[in-house]
């Protein structure tokens, strides 16, 4: 039972360059969750998904899509990086009422 | 709106108890967390209570919820230099089943 787990764990991307940050969890949980993480500025939720099937966007969802690929896999995309998007990045999963459980993060910088 | 507040520093003397405060804004709030942040690390659930309890005791940690006033609190007897993280307030909105929101971490540092 590894809890979740987020690949990979640090990465440099030049501006305008992509990539997708993986999650996955192995708890059967419904809920799942892409964080980020700015000194002083505590988590900042990008998007959540319910359910299979389902997203929806958080607090700071622009410059970031998600695909929710079956009910262990949670990804995060960026399309196009910005220096802005420099962050560490949190994936988690929570039971229906229950606590979240929270991934190793991911560093990432944008140069 | 939804808003869950914490100071951002707290320093207190190793053997002292240390009080990380907490204020949040939505009344209908399921479950509140304590979350810790060791360097490096993700965020990994020290404890929680229900919304319709006043307080839950475990070994060194007191939480403390006044639902009046919208407080939660973390007491940490004999606070001990592995206690030094930054400390998160979370809150479970029951008009949103899946949403959990954060405060902005109290960071605790020991003095010798």
């Known amino acids: 039972n590894a809890g979740v787990t987020q690949t990979p764990k640090f990465q440099v991307l030049k501006t305008g360059q992509s990539m997708t940050l993986q999650c996955a969890q192995d708890m059967n949980h419904n809920s799942m969750y892409w964080y980020r993480q700015d000194p002083g500025m505590g988590l900042r939720l990008i998007y959540y998904s319910a359910s299979e099937g389902t997203t929806d966007k958080g607090e700071v969802p622009n410059g970031y899509n998600v695909s929710r690929l079956n009910k262990r896999e949670f990804s995060l995309r960026l399309e196009s990086a910005a220096p802005s998007q420099t962050s560490v990045y949190f994936c988690?999963?929570?039971?229906?009422?229950?606590?979240?459980?929270f991934g190793p993060g991911t560093r990432l910088t944008v140069t | 709106g939804e808003d869950v507040e914490q100071s951002l520093f707290l320093s207190v003397r190793e053997g002292d108890s240390s009080v990380i405060n907490c204020t949040y804004t939505?009344?209908?709030?399921?479950?509140l967390y304590w979350y810790k942040q060791e360097p490096g690390a993700g965020l990994q659930l020290l404890t929680y209570?229900?919304?319709?309890?006043d307080m839950k005791q475990d070994q060194r940690l007191t939480v403390l919820l006044n639902k009046k006033d919208k407080h939660l609190s973390l007491r940490i007897a004999d606070t001990q230099t592995g206690d030094s993280a930054i400390y998160f307030c979370a809150e479970s909105i029951y008009s949103s089943a899946s949403k959990i929101i954060f405060g902005s971490g109290t960071r605790l540092s020991i003095r010798p």
């Open positions: 209570i229900f919304s319709n309890m």
């Open positions: 988690a999963s929570r039971a229906e009422g229950r606590e979240q459980y």
């Open positions: 939505d009344s209908s709030s399921t479950y």
